[in-house]
């Protein structure tokens, strides 16, 4: 199959640590964005969400404390049932 080259534009931070991760990972950029390319295509999609929905700080401690009860269940309170629960929150006010 014939090759053809594709130029590609970003800012020279992104490229340094970009290249950074590919050598670290084994690839070259090249390679990478071939994988990328080729994934686009047989997907027929990104291969990846693409959201500007970033998490606020309020938000990304909670999704932190989130991940640690499921880490270490032993350090929180838990509950068989709503109802339980809804009993021990009355309780406490």
Excluded: W
Excluded at 41 to 50: D, H, N, S, T
Excluded at 51 to 65: F, G, L, S, Y
Excluded at 74 to 83: D, F, G, V
């Amino acid at each position: 199959m014939a090759q053809t080259n594709v130029n590609i534009r970003m800012d020279e931070a992104t490229k340094v640590a970009f290249d950074q991760f590919c050598r670290e990972i084994g690839l070259s950029a090249s390679a990478a964005f071939n994988i990328f390319a080729k994934t686009v295509v047989r997907e027929q999609r990104i291969p990846f969400a693409l959201t500007t929905e970033v998490p606020n700080e309020e938000t990304k401690r909670a999704m932190e404390e989130a991940r640690d009860m499921q880490r270490h269940p032993e350090k929180y309170k838990s509950y068989s049932s709503a109802e339980e629960m809804l009993e021990d929150i009355l309780h406490e006010a």
